[in-house]
């Protein structure tokens, strides 16, 4: 069968089963199925396809319908325009989680950066390959997310610049760092039916909830940030929809002023924390 026929009916399939953007995402699948990047598999509709593509395709079509993200079945991910890895074991890194990339590069390049939460490594390795002097240290308490970010680390070239450390946020963590970054597991639990079946059930739900109202992992760093963050240098977390200002007065109570970055369609998407009390002294 044609490579355009294979496409056509994979999208109809797909929008029968209520994958949003199904033309997208097929094309998706077939470039991988195909191996093919995109302007190749534009040029090559009229092809017909290899009986190990047509498998390997429909085999990617029959996940996607079942609502398996995408980056899961290609096992890959851009962010900051460079391949990630993606498995079931890690979060699949957002366009809105660039925002704390930009923030960062928005400053001064750190010397030193810590990456709690670390998951496939998507902010301490974009940090690392943008900064090439800088060196960091992603935590996790998920020894397969950490297995991840190794291999993201090594596939980006900055494996000899990036430590990796099994820990619960702040515990076990020595050393004073420059740059402290954080996408913790901000979404309440009681809003977890509400998200889409493709995050909600291929995902890993310790990195999505805190089993609580998403605030709780903001309220455990706030009052032990100031130990490991070096004087005059910067934290930068990310925040659900709605919740700047709760994080905001979660940090205040403990000495945190902040500046609140918007993402691309303009909500708050992250908080950039300054030391009330290092500055005083």
Same mark, same amino acid.
């Given at each position: 069968?044609?490579?355009?026929?294979?496409?056509?009916?994979?999208?109809?399939?797909?929008?029968?089963?209520?994958?949003?953007?199904?033309?997208?995402?097929?094309?998706?699948?077939?470039?991988?199925?195909?191996?093919?990047?995109? @302007?190749?598999?534009?040029?090559?509709? *009229?092809?017909?396809?290899?009986?190990?593509?047509?498998?390997?395709?429909?085999?990617?079509?029959?996940?996607?319908?079942?609502?398996?993200?995408?980056?899961?079945?290609?096992?890959?991910?851009?962010?900051?325009?460079?391949?990630?890895? /993606?498995?079931?074991?890690?979060?699949?890194?957002?366009?809105?989680?660039?925002? /704390?990339?930009?923030?960062?590069?928005?400053?001064?390049?750190?010397?030193?950066?810590?990456?709690?939460?670390?998951?496939?490594?998507?902010?301490?390795? *974009?940090?690392?390959?943008?900064?090439?002097?800088?060196?960091?240290?992603?935590?996790?308490?998920?020894?397969?997310?950490?297995?991840?970010?190794?291999?993201? +680390?090594?596939?980006?070239?900055? +494996?000899?610049?990036?430590?990796?450390?099994?820990?619960?946020?702040?515990?076990?963590?020595?050393?004073?760092?420059?740059?402290?970054?954080?996408?913790?597991?901000?979404?309440?639990?009681? @809003?977890?039916?509400?998200?889409?079946?493709?995050?909600?059930?291929?995902?890993?739900?310790?990195a999505l909830t805190d089993e609580a109202d998403g605030l709780s992992v903001y309220r455990r760093l706030a009052p032990a940030l100031a130990q490991v963050l070096a004087p005059g240098g910067r934290a930068i977390f990310e925040v659900g929809e709605g919740q700047a200002g709760d994080v905001r007065a979660i940090f205040a109570?403990?000495?945190?002023?902040?500046?609140?970055?918007?993402?691309?369609?303009?909500?708050?998407?992250?908080?950039?924390?300054?030391?009330?009390?290092?500055?005083?002294?």
């Open positions: 069968m044609q490579r355009g026929q294979l496409l056509a009916k994979a999208t109809a399939d797909l929008s029968e089963a209520g994958v949003p953007d199904a033309a997208r995402d097929a094309r998706r699948l077939l470039a991988h199925a195909a191996g093919l990047d995109g @302007a190749a598999l534009a040029g090559g509709l *009229t092809a017909e396809a290899a009986a190990s593509e047509e498998a390997a395709f429909a085999a990617a079509v029959a996940a996607r319908r079942a609502r398996k993200p995408v980056s899961q079945i290609t096992g890959s991910r851009l962010f900051w325009g460079r391949p990630f890895q /993606v498995t079931g074991d890690v979060l699949d890194p957002r366009p809105e989680t660039e925002t /704390v990339i930009a923030a960062c590069l928005d400053g001064p390049a750190a010397g030193r950066i810590l990456d709690l939460g670390t998951g496939s490594g998507a902010l301490l390795l *974009t940090l690392l390959a943008e900064w090439p002097t800088a060196a960091g240290l992603g935590t996790d308490i998920s020894a397969p997310a950490l297995a991840v970010a190794r291999q993201n +680390a090594a596939a980006l070239g900055v +494996a000899d610049r990036a430590t990796f450390q099994r820990a619960d946020w702040l515990a076990g963590i020595d050393g004073s760092f420059e740059l402290i970054v954080c996408n913790p597991p901000y979404i309440a639990a009681d @809003a977890l039916a509400d998200l889409a079946p493709d995050v909600r059930d291929w995902e890993p739900r310790g109570a403990t000495g945190w002023g902040a500046t609140v970055h918007t993402d691309l369609d303009g909500r708050e998407r992250a908080i950039e924390l300054q030391n009330a009390k290092i500055r005083a002294e």
